[in-house]
Every structure is written in structure tokens, then in C-alpha cells.
């Protein structure tokens, strides 16, 4: 990388902007466990949370979110792992 | 009283007559134990995101009702003991609830479909802000 040895006395570090919590932001989007397809969303390709940090759900969210989420694995709408076959 | 909702899923093979017994046999329990049942929607098949008892799909129905605390447990040992469901959640709406001045619910079967809007941006980059830092 041209950057990186120009200047190799320096390293980047990355700040993410802060973005709003997307629910707090629209009071059209709701919560629910039974909302296989949103909850989807949230989920990582292996079926684990997406932590708050890169989802930007805010804490009373984020707390919704994994409620509805376990509800839904529980309820067989979303998966509790998705194992790579090999 | 309150009201709850009972999300359930029976084997995805039962006929419509099965599929009417379940919901006589349900509402059955609500309404005799002193709850009313507010809505009983059928939202069908779906495939499953793991086998439950060896089924890959199940039929998914959500009933909602008034009750008192005690029905639950009567309605849920019933569900246990009955082997064409093969999954169910109580979820408390609301604690305070009277079916009579709230009257009966719509039927709707929501969209298969996510909200729009929602996707989580999986590249970051765009928004990302680069800074640069001395070294120690
Ligand atoms: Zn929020």
C-alpha cells in the first residue's frame, strides 16, 4: 500500500460515525418475534446476534430485539446456529 | 384480566378437518375456563429454520385471548400432551384487559414479507471515518 509506506511512522484507526438507532428513528418498524424475515436481519450468516455496536440498535432495542429473537428460535422461525457443512 | 396471545405450531400435515378440530379443541380450553378468545388466525405452512420432530415445515397459528393467570398453565398442559403440536409460546399483551370494550380483532395474516427498510448495511466503509494517529 502506497499510503502505508509513505507514512509508516502512522496507523489508521477508524472511527465509525455514530448512526441513530433505526427503530427510535421510524415508530413504523416494530419489534416482533413473530417476524421471522426482520429478525433475520439482525442475525450474523452463522444464526448469532448482531451485537449493538454495529447493528446501532439503542440499549432498549437491542433488549427487545433479543428477546424477539430468542422467541423466535424457540418457535423454530429463526435458527439457533447455521452449521457449515464441510 | 388479561390478555395474551398463544403463537403454536401443529404438524404440517393435518387436513382441514384436523385443522378444525385443534381450533375447537383450543378455543375449547379458553372458553371454558372462563377466557374469551379474541381472534384465532391460521397463518399455514412455513418452513422451519431446524427440524422439529423430524418435520421440516410447520403450521403456524396465533391465538389471541382474555384470561386470567390460571388458564395458561390449563391451556399449555393441554398443548404438551396433544402430539400435533409440536411447538407453542404464551406471550402476556396486556395486563389489564377487558375483551368486551376492546371487541374482536381482525384477521389478518401479516405479510411474509421483512419491513422495509431495515437491511444492516453490511459495508460499513462508506460511513466510516478515517483517522489518523501518531504511532505510541
Ligand atoms: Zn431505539
Redesign the pocket.
Known amino acids: 500500500m502506497a499510503f502505508a509506506t509513505t507514512r509508516p511512522r502512522r496507523k489508521k484507526r477508524f472511527f465509525r460515525r455514530r448512526r ?6 421510524d415508530s413504523n418498524l416494530k419489534i416482533d418475534y413473530k417476524d421471522g424475515k426482520t429478525l433475520r436481519y439482525f442475525l450474523t450468516e452463522r444464526g448469532k446476534i448482531i451485537p449493538r455496536r454495529i447493528s446501532d ?6 433488549r427487545q430485539m433479543t428477546l424477539a429473537i430468542k422467541r423466535a428460535r424457540q418457535m423454530a422461525l429463526l435458527p439457533y446456529t447455521i452449521t457449515q457443512s464441510i | 384480566m388479561r390478555k395474551y396471545e398463544n403463537f403454536f405450531m401443529v404438524q404440517p400435515d393435518l387436513s382441514e378437518d384436523a385443522l378444525g378440530a385443534v381450533a375447537g379443541k383450543f378455543r375449547g380450553v379458553v372458553e371454558s375456563n372462563g377466557g374469551t378468545v379474541v381472534s384465532y388466525v391460521p397463518w399455514g405452512k412455513k418452513k422451519l429454520a431446524y427440524p422439529v420432530k423430524k418435520n421440516d415445515y410447520g403450521y403456524y397459528i396465533l391465538m389471541k385471548f382474555a384470561a386470567g393467570p390460571e388458564l395458561i398453565a390449563e391451556l399449555e398442559r393441554n398443548m404438551r400432551l396433544d402430539e400435533r403440536v409440536l411447538k407453542f409460546i404464551t406471550v402476556k399483551l396486556d395486563d389489564d384487559y377487558l375483551p368486551e370494550q376492546n371487541g374482536t380483532e381482525a384477521d389478518v395474516v401479516p405479510s411474509d414479507e421483512a419491513q422495509p427498510g431495515l437491511a444492516v448495511r453490511e459495508d460499513e466503509d462508506e460511513d466510516d471515518v478515517e483517522l489518523e494517529d501518531e504511532e505510541d
Open positions: 441513530v438507532c433505526r427503530f427510535c428513528a440498535n439503542c440499549a432498549k432495542h437491542q
